[in-house]
T-cell receptor
Framework: DAGVIQSPRHEVTEMGQEVTLRCKPISGHNSLFWYRQTMMRGLELLIYFNNNVPIDDSGMPEDRFSAKMPNASFSTLKIQPSEPRDSAVYFC???????????FGSGTRLTVV | QKEVEQNSGPLSVPEGAIASLNCTYSDRGSQSFFWYRQYSGKSPELIMSIYSNGDKEDGRFTAQLNKASQYVSLLIRDSQPSDSATYLC????????????FGKGTKLSVKP
């Protein structure tokens, strides 16, 4: 099993640019989560999907953030326009419906300059 | 407000000692808890889960849950330098369709 696959691993972009982060969950997992991690705030849940349907997006900081899950094997998190305060590590995680623990991807380290 | 609180540390223990990591949670609605280990620059890795009051042992790791006190702990016996990492406590809310709320983590350093 390849695990949860995220791309890119690192992204450096200029303020105002659009950023798209990608995630492929583990095959057969029916829940997908997007988290953001910073030193100050720790791991924060942004949004999660069950069976490709968004369940809770209350953690999405503002309208600049959007997420989609068009099918069971792919999800995107988009930031438009990006700002320096969006700099963080963004993790995607997936879960088998029968288990409560997640498997995390390797993360995307985003730097907005 | 669902919160999971951890002492940020750093917690420093000598090699071979027992490391004790603690966590409290605010919402009695959570029924299951998890400990993740995160090495610097890496992603969190699940190491223990606990659903019932009492102790659960797995190798050198023991998770303890006390729902009355809303308290979760992780004991690491015979600590090794390779155990040096940040340990994240998480509580599940919403059952199998819910999500995990994470504490900010405790940084553990095991000195040779």
């Amino acid at each position: 099993d390849a695990g949860v696959i995220q791309s890119p691993r690192h992204e450096v972009t200029e303020m105002g640019q659009e950023v798209t982060l990608r995630c492929k969950p583990i095959s057969g997992h029916n829940s997908l989560f997007w988290y953001r991690q910073t030193m100050m705030r720790g791991l924060e849940l942004l949004i999660y999907f069950n069976n490709n349907v968004p369940i809770d997006d209350s953690g999405m900081p503002e309208d600049r953030f959007s997420a989609k899950m068009p099918n069971a094997s792919f999800s995107t998190l988009k930031i438009q326009p990006s700002e320096p305060r969006d700099s963080a590590v963004y993790f995607c995680a997936s879960r088998d419906g029968t288990a409560y623990g997640y498997t995390f991807g390797s993360g995307t380290r985003l730097t907005v300059v | 407000q669902k919160e999971v609180e951890q002492n940020s540390g750093p917690l420093s223990v000598p090699e071979g000692a027992i490391a004790s990591l603690n966590c409290t949670y605010s919402d009695r609605g959570s029924q299951s808890f998890f400990w993740y280990r995160q090495y610097s620059g890496k992603s969190p890795e699940l190491i223990m889960s606990i659903y019932s009051n009492g102790d659960k042992e797995d190798g050198r790791f023991t998770a303890q849950l006390n729902k009355a006190s809303q308290y979760v702990s992780l004991l690491i016996r015979d600590s090794q330098p390779s155990d040096s990492a940040t340990y994240l406590c998480a509580g599940n809310y919403g059952g199998s369709q819910g999500n995990l709320i994470f504490g900010k983590g405790t940084k553990l350093s095991v000195k040779p």
